[in-house]
């Protein structure tokens, strides 16, 4: 059985090695616009009618990085929606998430059920985001 340190000492690895092998390579160049329409200078304010849609049709699935339950902030969602838009919008007109919103628990899962368990290559790493990171997405 593998631990929980051999991961994260593999992924690990994983990470400096394609940091190390990309240290010199050219920036990617950004594709220019097919037209000046398609071009995005700013960010609109969301409202709160459209948090609100976005948060009742998400899926029930909840974190234990969330604060509450995904189901108990469905059914408070009119009590706390300013207080919701307002982090969103603020997270928009800064251009990032607050530190509390940048957390996700790893968990790794095999890419393929008939790969062998025992060998680290067979596995990718799943990021469980808070609820509200994806609402803010």
């Known amino acids: 059985m593998l ?3 051999q991961f ?3 992924f690990s690895h994983k990470v400096e090695t394609i ?3 990309t240290e ?3 920036p990617p160049s950004p594709a220019p616009p097919r037209s000046a329409i398609a071009s995005l200078t700013e960010l609109k304010a969301c409202t709160e009618d459209e948090v609100r849609h976005v948060i009742l049709s998400s899926p029930m699935k909840s974190c234990t990085l969330d604060p509450i ?3 108990l902030l469905k059914e408070s969602v009119d009590m ?3 207080y ?3 982090m969103i919008n603020a997270s928009l007109h800064k251009g990032r998430l607050p530190a509390s919103q ?3 628990i790893l968990t790794p899962l095999l890419k393929k059920s008939y790969l062998d368990a025992s060998d680290l290559k067979n596995y990718r790493p799943v990021s469980n985001l808070a609820f509200m990171s994806k609402v803010a997405e």
């Open 8 to 10: 994260i000492q593999f």
């Open 69 to 71: 339950p995904t189901f």
């Open 19 to 21: 940091h190390r092998d």
């Open 80 to 82: 706390l929606l300013p």
């Open 102 to 104: 940048k957390h996700a």
């Open 3 to 5: 631990s929980a340190d």
């Open 84 to 86: 919701l838009t307002a």
């Open 24 to 26: 010199n390579c050219p």
